[in-house]
């Protein structure tokens, strides 16, 4: 999760990503698998992932 310039109506703001994503990426499970996200926090502050 890193802030990344994004540029809406000739105004550029830092907006948080996923992997360079807005929205992150879609991830697919099926019921029963297992998942392990390991996420790295580039952001000047704390924060959740949900």
Do not use: S
Request: aromatic share 8%; hydrophobic share 35%; glycine share 6%.
């Amino acid at each position: 999760v890193a802030p990344t310039p994004y540029t809406r109506l000739c105004e550029t703001k830092d907006i948080l990503t996923v992997n360079g994503q807005f929205p992150g990426p879609t991830l697919y499970l099926n019921k029963g698998d297992k998942l392990l996200v390991n996420v790295i926090n580039n952001a000047p502050y704390p924060l959740t992932i949900h």
